[in-house]
């Protein structure tokens, strides 16, 4: 879609026009977006050429845009406007790119489901009445529309994976480092990856291609030379060695998402490719959740410690500066994020570190050996996304400690863990509603992990499948 | 009873850098509030830290020049606690693995020099300046971000004339270093200071409190000597004493009560995730090391291998580095370093002070001192001819025409002053005889007429010598 769009440089105004109107006529339905962007200032100021010149999308609100409102769907942030771009802003931008709505989230990136944003959830397209997932939730739902080829995402345990399963269309977390995280609002620093949702493999060569590569305003954004992703991108499947995850597969309830995930590995083998079950330690795959959990509440608590109203925000007053602090934050968090703020404060306590935030690092660093022996002998790990399709909007019914909940459900955040790319890509359907295959590759082998979304796209024919909103 | 005082001190110092510790925002002093910041030094949301190694650098001299052992796997961590002048909410710094651990200073003491340990400098950034007002409180972020070291010392201090060499002694060498301008006046030099007292042998450590608010080295020491003796008198007379935090009140050379610290508070310290450890290359830290500034202690014995000069003259040389640097200078024109250091310290200075002016911002040329030096030494001009030349030398004029100008220059030609000396003679017979008599007073008299009779312009040492030698023939 993009490459199309790039191409009809004759209706530029059009294209990104219609999507901005059929943005504005889904959100009463789906609530996918927080503010909607100036579009004519951008067209006038679109450069000449550019890899998405002319090619309307979203980002998540969690991006900061210089002079648009960026909350985060926090009230804290309710009045925020940024005074500088994300660095990837800026790429897009270079790239011809127009922004046409900053996308509903959970809030602060806080969640899975996309029920904690301050402005209330996104609706998903394939059926309404039920969730996105989060936290990337509405640019998962304009993506899956068909109203934008293209919207960023933010990933720290799967929240663009998730979501992008639910939605029934391709999101990528490339390898920790590829893209810069220079104005990103941060959820938890050492998990977070910007990700991005697109309908097609060949979309997300040429985006990662437009964002990755090194800004020295992120010393952890990687150096290494960025690949032309599209003219690399090879399907065939000769010689390619998958590992299928036993721990997830073996867990799996749903007959519907074992049929569809089996009908793709047998496809994949008579490619070429070689597929074996692969088996980690089921008690580390277990403790994945909680180590997850700790790590990520933890530095969240920390992260946000800048969110005290004193030089932006929504501010409330107080007698004293403590008062007025207090005041602001108690006003302008969830619930849930206060839960994980005490979480993670509990957690970095000094009498509490050794055995709660430092043992999660240590379980954190066993299962990224773990995963990186299975890489050297296989190219890509691959497992459902899901057990099921996306769940109703009012679905509480997730069994938190059986293995079916631990596993299968949050198994994907082994990816934040190591900073290892990974992708989530549709692979069929349960009751009409879209399923998600999740792959893990080498670092920085983002093209190996194209070639295989690219194959499983051929399998799945779901190429620029989008859903019909009604 | 007897009691003896442990001393500790706290340093944080602002390193000399162009920019700040993690943005590319300027370090500056008395700007506009508010004018040298961006969005890193707000804690804007979504800001992410970038090490300036121009700190690491100036971090790594600063530990080279205390003798410290450098950790060349560099870290940070975050101190997390809620203030209204630190914006992110915590502060970047090195609490698990600061850059230099173990090294010490030497201080000059009543009972000679004693080594004074470091237990470690690490790195981290300063916050914003509050500015508390009545009604409200304004926040300036210029000084947010701020590259800081933190000289942290071990207890083995005992007296405030200690506690004050030691930050003199570090002052020096980090002044000297280029590491900082060290004003505690404008705050670039804090100090903590922890005082406790105990019974003297009693091995025990006592309650101890801290100082803060010092805005010179000689308050330390009054600072110092009145806690120990506020605690002394609180428990001669049966008081307790409390951990609190104090404050040094100029006015009246007192310390004052500013917080009691009840437990202690925990900060939550855990890696920075978005600085991974930077790993040092060791030929990197050898160049700094190499190509540092000269120290003050080399120079001290450098000035007395080379100058000859007394220990006390080169420690008041050295304590002001534009000065000694300057001595430098005119010692490359210059023989008598003896008589460039006088003149130095006494009539530049005393003319700079009274000016209020400083030697690397006023026109006197290096070349020009060691004029006039070699014009007194060489008898061209007497001591109080120079002294009367001081104004012309420090507006930059060559001593030699300002001399010539006054009509000041001695004759010291021997022809002529032996002609002047022979007329006095014959015109002073009752000397001569007074002389004859053994009044050696005699000669002063008549060194004295020579003089009038040259309207001072007469070298009085070779008046002298004349007079004595034509006495003998009379």
Not at chain 1, 403 to 413: C, D, G, H, S, W
């Amino acid at each position: 879609m993009i490459k199309e769009l790039r191409e009809d440089r004759g209706n530029v105004e059009k294209n990104v026009r219609g999507a901005y109107e059929e943005a504005q006529r889904l959100q009463e339905k789906l609530n996918a977006v927080v503010t909607f962007a100036d579009i004519d200032t951008q067209l006038k100021e679109l450069p000449e050429d550019g890899l998405m010149r002319g090619v309307p999308i979203a980002l998540k609100d969690n991006v900061s845009t210089k002079g648009l409102r960026t909350t985060a769907e926090s009230n804290i942030l309710w009045n925020y406007v940024p005074v500088f771009n994300a660095h990837i802003v800026d790429k897009l931008k270079a790239a011809g790119a127009v922004v046409i709505a900053k996308t509903n989230m959970d809030e602060l990136a806080m969640g899975g489901t996309n029920l904690s944003a301050y402005s209330g959830p996104t609706h998903n397209p394939y059926d309404l009445a039920r969730m996105t997932g989060g936290s990337s939730g509405g640019s998962a739902a304009l993506v899956a529309a068909g109203v934008v080829p293209m919207a960023i995402g933010s990933d720290t345990g799967d929240s663009v994976r998730k979501p992008a399963a639910f939605c029934g269309i391709v999101g990528v977390k490339p390898t920790y480092g590829r893209i810069s995280r220079y104005g990103i609002l941060p959820y938890a620093s050492s998990l977070d990856h910007v990700g991005y949702f697109t309908r097609s493999i060949e979309d997300a060569c040429i985006a990662l291609q437009v964002l990755a590569g090194r800004d020295d305003r992120d010393m952890t954004s990687s150096f290494r030379e960025v690949p032309d992703y599209s003219a690399e991108l090879n399907s065939d499947m000769h010689g390619k060695k998958i590992a299928v995850l036993g721990n997830v597969v073996r867990n799996l309830k749903n007959p519907q998402t074992i049929a569809a995930f089996n009908h793709v590995m047998d496809e994949l083998k008579a490619r070429g490719a070689q597929v074996d079950v692969y088996d980690f330690d089921e008690d580390l795959m277990k403790a994945i959740l909680p180590a997850y959990y700790l790590i990520a509440n933890c530095e969240a608590t920390s992260n946000h410690s800048n969110l005290d109203g004193i030089r932006f925000g929504n501010v409330q007053k107080g007698e004293t500066m403590e008062e007025l602090m207090k005041n602001t934050r108690t006003n302008g968090f969830g619930p849930l994020i206060k839960k994980r703020f005490v979480i993670g404060s509990y957690g970095l306590f000094e009498e509490n570190q050794e055995r709660l935030f430092r043992k999660a690092q240590k379980v954190r660093r066993k299962i990224v050996d773990a995963m990186k022996d299975c890489l050297k002998e296989y190219d890509a790990v691959m497992a459902p996304a899901s057990d099921n399709p996306a769940p109703y909007l009012d679905d509480n019914s997730a069994d938190e400690l059986s293995a079916n909940y631990l596993i299968v459900e949050n198994y994907m955040a082994m990816g934040n863990f190591s900073g290892y790319p990974s992708m989530t890509v549709p692979m069929g359907f349960a009751d009409d509603l879209p399923l998600g295959l999740n792959m893990t590759c080498r670092p920085f082998e983002e093209t190996t992990m194209f070639d295989f979304g690219k194959a499983i796209e051929e399998i799945t024919g779901s190429k620029d499948m989008k859903a019909e909103v009604e | 009873m007897e009691y003896e005082a442990t001393i500790g001190i706290e340093i944080h110092c602002q390193m000399k850098t162009v920019t700040k510790m993690f943005s590319g925002a300027p370090c500056t002093y008395g700007r506009k509030a508010n004018t040298a910041v961006n969005e890193i030094d707000l804690g804007m949301p979504g800001t992410l830290p970038c090490l300036n190694m121009e700190a690491v650098r100036k971090a790594i001299m600063a530990c080279t020049g205390l003798h410290l052992t450098i950790d060349p796997l560099v870290k940070f961590d975050r101190k997390n606690y809620y203030y209204s002048d630190l914006p992110k909410g915590f502060q970047i710094t090195q609490q698990f693995h600061p850059i230099g651990k173990n090294g010490y200073v030497v201080i000059d003491t009543g009972e000679g020099p004693r080594k004074i340990r470091i237990n470690r400098i690490h790195m981290e950034e300063d916050t914003a300046k509050q500015f508390h007002l009545k009604t409200k409180t304004l926040l300036d972020f210029n000084r947010s971000g701020t590259p800081l070291i933190e000289i942290v010392s071990e207890p083995d201090m005992h007296n405030g004339q200690e506690a004050e060499a030691y930050v003199e002694a570090l002052r020096r060498t980090l002044y000297y270093l280029g590491v900082s301008d060290c004003r505690m006046e404008e705050g670039s030099m804090r100090c903590d200071v922890n005082i406790s007292i105990a019974p003297k042998g009693s091995g025990k450590l006592g309650v101890k409190n801290e100082i803060k608010n010092m805005n010179s080295i000689s308050n330390i020491g009054k600072a110092v000597d009145y806690e120990i003796n506020r605690q002394k008198t609180v428990l001669e007379n049966g008081g307790e004493i409390f951990q609190e935090t104090r404050r040094f009140d100029e006015k009246t050379g007192t310390t004052v009560m500013m917080r009691r610290k009840e437990g202690t508070v925990d900060y939550k310290y855990f890696p920075e995730p978005n600085i991974f450890p930077i790993r040092l290359d060791p030929e990197w830290i050898k160049d700094i090391q190499d190509n540092m500034p000269e120290l003050p202690e080399v120079r001290e014995e450098r000035y007395s291998r080379e100058y000859g000069l007394s220990a006390h003259d080169i420690s008041i040389l050295i304590a002001n580095k534009e000065i000694s640097d300057f001595f430098e200078k005119v010692m490359e024109y210059s023989d008598n370093a003896k008589g460039v250091c006088n003149w130095l310290l006494g009539d530049v200075s005393g003319w700079l002070n009274r000016h209020e002016m400083s030697i690397e911002n006023c026109v006197l040329l290096p070349e020009n001192l060691a004029k006039l030096v070699k014009m007194v030494d060489d008898g061209r001009i007497n001591g109080k001819q120079a002294k009367e030349l001081v104004d012309d030398l420090m507006e930059g004029k060559d001593p030699e025409g300002a001399a010539k100008e006054r009509g000041m220059e001695q004759v010291s030609d021997e022809g002529a002053l032996r002609a002047m000396v022979v007329s006095v003679l014959d015109a002073n017979p009752q000397a001569i005889e007074d002389f004859k008599a053994g009044k050696d007073r005699a000669v002063g008299f008549l060194v004295g007429q020579v003089m009038k009779a040259s309207r001072g312009k007469a070298n009085p040492g070779v008046v002298n010598t004349l007079i004595k030698e034509e006495l003998k023939n009379r």
